[in-house]
């Protein structure tokens, strides 16, 4: 009897509001924002959305246009800032080294309508977002021969699209992509890595085995989108220097944990670039830095 008494009181605390709003409290997540030194620039508009800004970052007192590298957030453009704390120590890493930085806030696939496939309108958004910080060159005193594109997860798969889509059509010398997708074609993702499971949400489909199914149907998607379909159609002599950051891939016959940032995606793509004539390789953010000072 008392148990029962004791579950009532129980329910009937949770229903007040107190309690009720110390719930929702608990069930929130907590947004993963750094602590950042204060922008030269914050939430300068590129387009009419809310999210649609960037943040700069810029060099004090240089005497002669900088290197600016654009970072653009991970999260499976699903979540993720453009104030997020993974970017905090390449900007710091940036700031030390003389180089603009500026980081992209982009649409998320829950704030597109009607658009097919659902990713396109989120990279439009980025590349309206570097034309737009390539349209500030004199006013910010960048660059732009030594511009470079950076960013995590779907932050390197948007990296990888852009510098490789019409030739590399907005002059990124190099880019800096980290744990990415290489490849947006489920038939060769389940082929390199058979547990794959991401990527079906970007092209509007409800899970990996439907978009799987549906491939033929979004063929010219995948070769818009995937960086592996991209890189053959790249003429090598205009293709950015590509430095790869991320896990190594797993040995043979090993289950990959991390099936959405497995290092195949890297191995795969880097050993095709390679034959392409494109230059690919491992490294590190100083290694970026020393290519964008080049």
């Given at each position: ?11 009937a605390?949770?229903a ?22 204060a922008?030269?620039y914050d939430?300068?508009?590129y387009?009419?959305?809310k ?8 060099p004090k ?7 600016v ?8 453009f ?9 970017m ?22 829950r704030?597109?309508?009607?658009t ?22 004199k006013e ?16 390197a ?38 547990n ?15 978009w799987?199914?549906?491939r ?10 995937s960086?592996?379909?991209l ?42 670039a390679?034959k ?19």
């Amino acid at each position: 009897m008392k148990s029962l008494i004791t579950m009532a009181l129980s329910v009937a605390m949770l229903a007040t509001p107190a309690f009720a709003n110390d719930a929702q409290k608990a069930k929130k997540p907590k947004e993963n924002r750094a602590t950042l030194p204060a922008a030269t620039y914050d939430s300068v508009a590129y387009g009419k959305h809310k999210m649609q800004c960037v943040d700069a970052w810029l060099p004090k007192d240089a005497k002669a246009a900088t290197p600016v590298i654009i970072y653009i957030h991970g999260g499976g453009f699903r979540i993720g800032s453009r104030k997020g704390s993974f970017m905090a120590r390449y900007l710091a890493e940036s700031q030390k080294a003389g180089v603009a930085f500026v980081s992209v806030e982009y649409r998320l696939l829950r704030d597109i309508k009607d658009t097919t496939p659902p990713v396109s309108a989120c990279l439009d958004d980025i590349q309206a977002a570097v034309k737009f910080v390539k349209s500030k060159s004199k006013e910010w005193n960048l660059d732009l021969s030594r511009l470079g594109l950076t960013g995590g997860s779907a932050g390197a798969h948007s990296s990888l699209v852009l510098a490789l889509t019409d030739n590399n059509a907005l002059g990124v010398r190099a880019i800096f992509p980290i744990r990415p997708q290489t490849s947006m074609d489920p038939k060769e993702m389940r082929e390199w890595i058979p547990n794959s499971r991401y990527g079906y949400a970007l092209f509007g489909y409800k899970n990996f085995q439907e978009w799987f199914d549906h491939r033929d149907d979004c063929m010219k998607w995948i070769e818009k989108y995937s960086p592996m379909a991209l890189l053959g159609k790249c003429n090598p002599k205009k293709a950015p220097v590509i430095i790869f950051m991320g896990p190594p891939a797993p040995k043979p016959d090993v289950v990959e944990k991390d099936p959405t940032h497995s290092g195949v995606f890297i191995e795969r793509f880097k050993d095709a670039a390679v034959k392409h004539g494109v230059s690919c390789r491992r490294g590190t953010m100083e290694d970026f830095l020393k290519e964008l000072a080049k």
